[in-house]
């Protein structure tokens, strides 16, 4: 909402505030000014200009030499504008004038003749084009004959002003027209507010007798105001009404269309102005449309309606968009000469629907759609019957054509003071509360230690004991509230163990290198169970946005890959993410399903890329499961980790296992299936999903120091020949077994198949450590475990020692 600070003042008296220090207090009222604009624009030396005569340049076909009086002299001007013309009243920047973006005019020489000054259209005075009428959009602007030569111009234009623009939330709809801002900034600065004083000639002939009005669908549209005025002359509006139309960000058009956009403007209340001869039936009949009925409306686009769509028809077909648009076919135009000015109360449910329908929305449907006062339809349309007849010479015709069944009674709101302080946490005395409402001119009543109020029905956010604690809230002072901590026995906030340890989780995999990825919960009923560690019925959405959203997910790893693919598809090779999220798993309590926080990661591309060092490596399985393995060791949970081989649907039938800890599966870990890869133009690509919430709730046992050994380690290498099918976490579960409490360290540091070993058989070769903390060992004791180890691989695992 733009709101003029010069035609404010009409109704409530800011002369000598600052426009800096008004839009504090209102800011600091609730109501947020996010700019003040300057309309001057540090605009300097721009008068009025008549011009006397007007030629051709003889050297060039474009421009114009003009004489023009601009009041203390007549001076040459060259002129480029096609409109322009001799006997025009026009705005001249004389030489030394200043123009927006610090431009400065000079005295200058074009093709040969001399230059005095610059006739002005207004986008060069910064005015947007949008909003210039279009009979001057492109060329020179023409002022009013009334116009003296000499006087400053920007005073003449309205430009002298400054426009706060305000950032409305959507409950605040009254200070959706100026009178409602007036209310707001009296309440502010403890003054009345002014209203226009309606009055004009009526005539003797009733509006009655040249239109009938119907209303077939009272629940939409319960209140309808019809004012009939003849002999209109449609024409240019004065000035002052194009300023203002223009400083709140409205277009002109011509007297009568300003005059119900002004009132728009001024009321909130939405008009419309019919053409009564092409209306041509003397009847106005609102109705809900029929199925596939066309209008076009005033954008100039037909439009196919809907049953529910509320139309205003001439009860032969539609002639405008109740509460949205006009039709194209009752369009006032220059013939025009009698008028139908339409205010009425249209259901914001109705509007809201038919606006988004049709993908059309104006002035008028943004506010219908909050909510209009119903105190102000009929005012509304008497001020726009008075602005008619003042400016347009129209004769008012006697009464308005009515249907009213809207119930205008103001909402009663019963209220304590002591409840309003102890919201607030305040002690604001009732007297102070009364003076506060009273600013407001919200009807109040102490009775019996409550206030009963009476909500204004221009104030349409005020409807509970809440809205009300807050209107005194904010005009007491939001900054007045005192600042204080509860008074109760508590205990310092902090991170429960399970938050800590996704905390743990998130740092430990962005160290490693992934970025976090948030995904969508909702997914297609195809993806829904993609790569789920548990399967269950899918929760569908009874109204889902689209078929790709419309069930909840039972996995990570669909959306990550999807992710995946939208960043290689953009040149980013190498994509390593992970996400921490939640699974949706058949029915739980209430019919609800049950919420199972997951891990999940993919990464594709190379996990080493050392240019300088001519260093390249590709990920692969055991990047990966070195990550698992490193979040598990920081978590506490490395002890009982395992992995064994797993043949998962969508993911590759040698290179995928289940993550188990302590024999219980807790995910899953592998690369994708090549097929799935080449679908989705993705290289090798290696992911991990994990049930997160059972992996932290895995009790960890307590942290014990171990001092650093004192004595000497053993180490002892074998070379075992075993099983192609035999996977390496067996043998090392033997040698662990076997080992005994000397054993302290296994690692697997060669595998080989291939020459010297027979088909079907591999060599696999682990390096052992063997130490006691409190002692040396000897040889003998290290024999004798050692040879525990091999008799407990060759018997339970069939190894031999290779040779």
Known sequence: MLVSTKWLNEYVNIEGIKPEDLAEQITRSGIEVDSIIDRSQGITNVVVGYVKECVKHPEADKLNICQVDVGEETTQIICGAANIAAGQKVVVARPGAVLPGGMKIKKAKLRGEESNGMICSLQELAVEGKLVAKKYAEGIYVLPET?????????????????????????????????????????????????PEISYPESTEKAEDMLKLRIDAKEDNPMYVAKVVKNVKVGESPLWLQNRLMAAGVRPHNNVVDITNYVLMEYGQPLHAFDLDRIGTGQITVRLAEEGEQLTTLDNVERTLHPHQLVITNDKESIALAGVMGGLNTEVHEGTTTVVIESAYFAPAS???TSRELGLRSDASTRFEKGVDPNRVAAAAERAAQLMSEIAGGEVLAGSVTVDELD???????????????????????????????????????????????????????????????????????????????????????????????????AFLEGAGLYQALTYSLTSKEQAQAYALETAPVTELLMPMSEDRSVLRQSLLPHLLEAATYNVARRTDSVALYETGSVFLGKGEDDLPKEVEHVAAVITGKWVDHAWQAEKKAVDFFVLKGIVEGMMNSLGLLKGLTFEKADVKGMHPGRTATIRHNGENIGLIGQVHPSEQKKRDLKNTFVMEMNLEKVLSIETEQLVYVPVPRFPSSSRDIALVVSSETSAGALENVIRNAGGKLLKDIKLFDLYEGDNVEDGKKSVAFSLTYTDSERTLTDEEVVKAHENVLNALTTEAGALLRG
């Not at 234009?157 to 959706?176: C, H, Q, Y």
């Not at 007297?431 to 009807?443: G, H, T, V, Y």
């Not at 409807?463 to 939001?478: S, V, W």
């Not at 026995?489 to 902090?494: A, H, L, N, Q, V």
């Open 408 to 506: 205008k009674t103001p909402k009663r709101i019963l209220l304590s003071p002591d409840t309003i302080n102890n919201h607030l946490g305040m002690k604001i005395s009732l007297e102070e509360m009364l003076s506060i409402l009273d600013r407001l001119q919200i009807k109040t009543e102490a009775v019996n230690g409550k206030l009963v109020i009476d909500a204004p029905t221009r104030r349409q956010d005020l409807n509970i004991e809440e809205d009300i604690i807050e209107e005194i809230a904010r005009m007491h002072g939001y900054d007045t509230i005192p600042m204080t901590l509860p008074v109760t026995e508590s205990t310092p906030g902090g991170l429960t163990p399970y938050q800590a340890k996704r905390r743990t989780v998130r």
């Open 147 to 195: 116009a003296v030569p000499g006087e400053d111009a920007l005073a003449l234009l309205g430009l002298d002003d400054i426009v706060l623009e305000f950032d409305l939330t959507p409950n605040r709809s009254d200070a959706l027209s100026m009178l409602g801002v007036a209310y707001e900034v009296g309440a502010i600065l403890s003054q009345g507010v002014k209203l």
């Open 351 to 353: 509007v809201r629907r």
